[in-house]
């Protein structure tokens, strides 16, 4: 049963750790972390997006996120290859929360990990305005005295 | 949401500000359809819904963006689905 001292060195590259989904639960930095640690990562940038109290002002009693799931998680899977592939990235997990997100919890965590710092700082950011600009999820911000569906700015009117 | 739609229909998805338009996150029409008749079959079941609704929206095809002004067909058995803009973040 004794593994050869060897055996966790692989002389081919793994390959690389994505991971993408959506949960009606509360999100975990420390899971979304954990996904992607590897020793061949020398840096892992963590990005979560937390839901506000207010939009411009006006007090915001509760989020809710609502998604046309299977076409999200391709578009989300989608992206996380571009970014690995352009980052040379070790890991990356993509993970959105549905549902009513109460004010002050985390809606989305991004997780990369790469061998060095610059590329996960670029790659964390450039994932993040990937998800907002394309993948099917939609946010119903509830005022208390009514509702409104949110846009981000570019995701209204691009051709593919 | 993936269940087979009976013969000669295509299933239509409306998520967002499209299902409110509709009051419907889903249903059945007529299989075949080319997309860009699919404004003016709309347009007559939920009056205002292409100037209101439509103009700001992307469309698509068994999970894939189609362009409305293409001659694509929408066939039986197809999940079409009117995309709003996004807003995930």
Redesign the interface.
């Known amino acids: 049963m004794a593994l050869a001292p060897e055996s966790h060195v692989s002389l081919v590259s793994d390959p690389p750790n994505i991971h993408v989904s959506m949960t009606r639960s509360p999100l975990s930095m420390q899971e979304s972390a954990s996904k992607v640690k590897s020793p061949k990562a020398g840096a892992i940038v963590l990005f979560a997006g937390t839901t506000r109290d207010n939009f411009d002002g006006k007090p915001v009693k509760h989020l809710e996120y609502s998604a046309y799931e299977g076409l999200a998680l391709k578009t989300m899977r989608s992206i996380a290859e571009q970014m690995v592939e352009k980052h040379s990235l070790i890991g990356i997990s993509i993970v959105h929360r549905l549902g009513v997100v109460p004010i002050g919890e985390e809606s989305v965590i991004i997780a990369v990990a790469a061998p060095h710092r610059q590329a996960a700082w670029r790659a964390g950011e450039e994932t993040l305005e990937e998800v907002k600009a394309s993948v099917e999820i939609w946010k119903l911000e509830e005022f208390g005295d009514g509702s409104v569906w949110r846009a981000n700015a570019d995701g209204c009117n691009k051709t593919e | 949401?993936?269940l087979k739609p009976p013969p000669g229909f295509f299933t239509i998805?409306y998520?967002?500000?499209a299902k409110?338009y509709t009051h419907k996150e889903k249903e059945l029409l007529e299989a075949p359809l080319e997309v860009n008749k699919l404004l003016d079959v709309l347009e007559k079941k939920y009056n205002g819904i292409g100037e209101k609704i439509l103009s700001?929206c992307?469309l698509?095809v068994n999970?894939g963006?189609v362009?409305t002004t293409e001659e694509t067909l929408i066939r039986e058995g197809d999940e079409v689905?009117i995309?709003?803009?996004?807003?995930?973040?």
Do not use: K
């Open positions: 949401m993936s998805l998520f967002a500000g409110d700001s992307l698509t999970l963006y362009d689905a995309i709003p803009p996004v807003s995930s973040g």
